[in-house]
Structure formats: C-alpha cells, structure tokens
C-alpha cells in the first residue's frame, strides 16, 4: 500500500477500482465514496464507504448507515456498531430483523 503525505494507506492508483461508478473524495483524512457528483449521499455496494486513516470503516447505503453483513461501523479497538437503513439497532435486534426479514437472501 502507497502513502499519502498525510499517511493515508491507500493501494496504488493501478488497483484503485470504482466498479460502482461512484464519486471518491479524499477528505478530513478519510476515503469517501459518493453516490452523486454533488457528494450529498455516501453510497457503496462493494464495501464500506468510508474508510478513516485510523483503520475505521463506515459502510453507507444511499446516504444511511446499513451492511446486512456486519457492522455498519467497525473501530481500530474493535468496537462494532450495527445498523439497518439507518436505525441503529443491538446486536441481538441486527440478528432479529435480518432473520425476520429475510435480507441475508
């Protein structure tokens, strides 16, 4: 991984890929990927959409906090906050409501 001056790790230019046809920003030392040319919506399918020069990652769905497939926010220490189109939600609620409404299919 290359370095900003800022030491942001970032993959070289070679394997940076935007496969969601999405606008990325460098800003307030973060990657940020946007569904818009006017950077309003952070939006990503294929990954989390911001990502911190700390190690955090946000994942976004159409401007909401979401990952059915995890935390929507992960910390460097480890901390984990889960939500579902942008309702916070426990652990034990992200498990009950991908179960009762079936979005792991």
Aim: with cysteine; charged share 25%; net charge positive.
């Amino acid at each position: 991984m290359a370095k900003t001056p800022d030491l942001f790790p970032r993959r070289p230019m070679e394997q940076l890929t935007n496969d969601d046809n999405l606008f990325i920003r460098l800003e307030h030392s973060s990657l940020r990927y946007y569904l818009d040319d006017q950077c309003e919506k952070l939006h990503r399918e294929s990954g989390p959409a911001v990502i911190h020069n700390n190690g955090c990652v946000e994942y976004w769905r159409l401007g909401q906090l979401h990952n059915i497939s995890g935390p929507a926010i992960q910390t460097n220490s480890g901390k984990k906050v889960y939500y579902l189109y942008g309702r916070r939600l426990s652990y034990e609620k992200w498990i009950q409501s991908k179960q009762k409404y079936s979005l792991d299919k």
